[in-house]
Structures are given as structure tokens and as C-alpha cells.
């Protein structure tokens, strides 16, 4: 006998959108930056349509340090 399969592991729907910050009016979302190969390390960065959000350097900033403007 056939047994149900579960849903799986859906993120998608457990955010909600008005928690994400946001730049110049943008929607930024949280993306996992590995950068270890390289020296950065891993963290939690900001991505606004699809492009990672950079600080001066070139590095990818940080989540938590994205500011509201």
C-alpha cells in the first residue's frame, strides 16, 4: 500500500514580506553568502532584485547591517 508524501520543506511561505527590510524603497531579501573560499566567511547578506547588496569594497554587506532609507 501507497503511503502519502509529505509537502517537503517549503520556505517560501514562512516569512512574512513585511518583515525584510528595505533600500531606497526596495524589497531586500535574505540570501546565504558563502565566501569562505575567499576569505569573507559565511553569513546572512541582502540581495534587492536578484543583485547582491555591496558596501564600498566589493564586499557583500551583511544582513543585519542594512539600513532602512
Keep these: 500500500m501507497a ?3 509529505g509537502k517537503g520543506n517549503n520556505t517560501a511561505g ?4 513585511n518583515s ?3 533600500l531606497n524603497g ?6 546565504l ?8 566567511g559565511t553569513y546572512m547578506a541582502g540581495s534587492v532584485d536578484g543583485e547582491m547588496v555591496v ?3 566589493g564586499k557583500p554587506t551583511p544582513y ?5 532609507s
Excluded: D, E, F
Design 3 to 5: 503511503s502519502k508524501k
Design 20 to 22: 525584510y527590510r528595505t
Design 55 to 57: 558596501g564600498p569594497n
Design 64 to 68: 543585519k547591517q542594512i539600513t532602512s
Design 33 to 40: 553568502y558563502v565566501g569562505k573560499h575567499i576569505g569573507h
Design 14 to 17: 514562512r516569512v512574512k514580506v
Design 26 to 31: 526596495k524589497t531586500v531579501k535574505p540570501v
